[in-house]
């Protein structure tokens, strides 16, 4: 990758941030990963986890002012876990902007999702250093916006999966069982078919998704879904 190439994916990274870096060598060490060399990410991404659990917590607090102490918990561990943070470095184009040793690089290392999610932490551990809390918070509520105005506070509070057996369980009904149905793709960027079957009501829903647990979720909440609409027959 050319310099000049490089510059342009930090520049629209920057601009999905909302966020101009005033150390492009500290947006640098951000966005690489430890098999490039001994000046990585982990230190920003030790001091990124902090920031955006405090961060998420501020804007919880603000966001649901009626909430209780628990349900806030829920929703916290539920939208700073790696699956959300790797939506969102998916959204910025971090797989573009990261930097890897070769070998890392050739087994597909810039989808995956626990390398992409720990760069956005380390992003924001490096947006703390350079211009503090006040601004990376900022940047937190940017990047959380989009999910939290379209999201039921109780759905984002108890995934999919969860919500689905403590329906079937408060109906005293079986409990539902999944099964990875199809497996496409390479072993670094695999897309799962997975398959959802209650016994009572007998129904099969199926959900697919780049994780088998994101499938697995998918495919809870079409079972949800029904399950809202029809009932228990």
């Known amino acids: 990758m050319t310099g000049a190439i490089r510059d342009t994916i930090r520049r629209i990274l920057e601009n999905r941030l909302g966020y101009r870096f005033q150390s492009p060598e500290l947006l640098a060490q951000a966005l ?135 329906y079937l369980q408060g109906h005293r009904l079986p409990l539902p069982h999944y099964e990875v149905v199809a497996t496409h793709g390479q072993a670094h960027h695999q897309h799962f078919e997975v398959r959802v079957r209650l016994q009572k009501p007998a129904l099969v829903f199926e959900g697919q998704g780049d994780s088998r647990r994101k499938a697995e979720q998918v495919a809870a909440r079409a079972a949800l879904d029904h399950l809202a609409a029809h009932g228990v027959r």
């Open 32 to 166: 690489t990963h430890r098999s490039f060399g001994r000046q990585h990410n982990e230190r920003l991404e030790f001091l990124g986890d902090s920031v955006l659990n405090c961060a998420v917590a501020s804007l919880l607090y603000r966001r649901y002012t009626t909430s209780p102490e628990g349900e806030l918990s829920r929703l916290r561990a539920n939208l700073v876990k790696q699956d959300p943070l790797h939506d969102i470095a998916r959204t910025l184009g971090v797989p573009d902007a990261l930097i890897l040793g070769e070998g890392e690089r050739r087994s597909g290392g810039h989808q995956r999702p626990s390398i992409l999610a720990d760069a956005v932490e380390a992003l924001l551990g490096a947006i703390y250093l350079e211009s503090g809390f006040d601004t990376a918070a900022q940047v937190v509520e940017r990047l959380y916006a989009p999910l939290l105005d379209s999201a039921d506070p109780a759905e984002l509070g108890k995934d999919a999966k969860t919500r689905l057996q403590e």
